[in-house]
């Protein structure tokens, strides 16, 4: 049965078609008769997806019943740009933001934004909106790949908990010691906040090897070998991506994680067979 005590939530990204959109809507309501905690909806590079995620998450909130929590990025935004958002999530009754430095677009540089920084993101929503926001921001339990070293990402990530963060959810990952170690390690920064382990569910090696490389998430070798092994056998990577997801948030449950973040993709058969194989449903 689901834990009272722990958060377990699902994201999306807004799409760029009126199908896409309709497709994401029948997901989220087949995922929110599970009774999620919440729904995040990612924001594009220097915010190229404003408009779009605004409109989805708004939709969620009202049409689906789940609370949502916008992704909202300092890249490319102004302080203004960024004040009005809030606003308009404020006044729809939104309580919860994912807050991210975001990503570069080409070409645009950081001297672009008014806010460089996460810290500097978390910072300035608590000074415009008060205790109003539940603030995540992220976490790299392998490191961002942008980071120069281990020591230092830990550092920035101590700056966005210490900056006003009341949680947060960390990129994927597919050893459950590297989180563990993370939190441990932040720990010891004076970091107590929660800590919520993003799960990507396996259902194409390809993609998921083109967002790894990406992102600095670590493929195993031993799952990688038996995924290439598998080659375009889709039933069979699905069969052993769920066993190898479900064991692994077994094993960060009983390790004390607050809860699981499942990275859907737009998608729900992945993420419910692991769901339903953890027994979270009420």
Not at 17 to 43: I, M, W
Not at 113 to 126: G, M, P, Q, T, Y
Not at 127 to 135: L, P, Y
Request: aromatic share 10%; proline share 4%.
């Amino acid at each position: 049965m689901l834990s009272t005590d722990k958060a377990f939530s699902f994201e999306f990204f807004p799409t760029k078609t009126d199908a896409g959109h309709e497709k994401l809507l029948q997901v989220a309501r087949q995922l929110a008769v599970h009774n999620p905690a919440f729904f995040s909806c990612t924001y594009g590079a220097g915010g190229s997806t404003r408009d779009r995620t605004l409109d989805t998450v708004l939709q969620l909130e009202r049409e689906v019943h789940v609370p949502a929590a916008p992704h909202l990025s300092c890249v490319g935004d102004s302080k203004a740009e960024l004040r009005d958002l809030l606003a308009t999530y404020r006044n729809a009754g939104i309580k919860r933001i994912v807050a991210l430095r975001g990503d570069l677009p080409s070409g645009m540089g950081m001297a672009s934004s008014e806010l460089r920084h996460a810290n500097d993101l978390v910072e300035f929503i608590r000074t415009e909106t008060g205790d109003h926001f539940h603030i995540e921001v992220a976490a790299y339990p392998e490191m961002h790949p942008q980071a120069r070293n281990f020591e230092e990402d830990l550092a920035n990530f101590a700056r966005k908990a210490k900056a006003g963060a009341d949680s947060a959810i960390t990129q994927y990952f597919f050893n459950a010691e590297s989180y563990f170690y993370f939190v441990e390690r932040v720990q010891k920064l004076g970091v107590d906040i929660p800590i919520v382990p993003g799960i990507m569910p396996i259902t194409n090696y390809s993609k998921l090897a083109r967002f790894s490389e990406a992102c600095g998430a670590e493929i195993p070798r031993w799952i990688r070998k038996q995924l290439e092994a598998y080659h375009d056998d889709a039933a069979s990577i699905q069969a052993f991506g769920e066993e190898v997801i479900t064991r692994m948030c077994e094993q960060l449950l009983k390790g004390g994680a607050p809860g699981l973040h499942f990275y859907t993709l737009n998608q729900a058969q992945a993420s419910l067979a692991v769901w339903q194989n953890l027994g979270l449903s009420r």
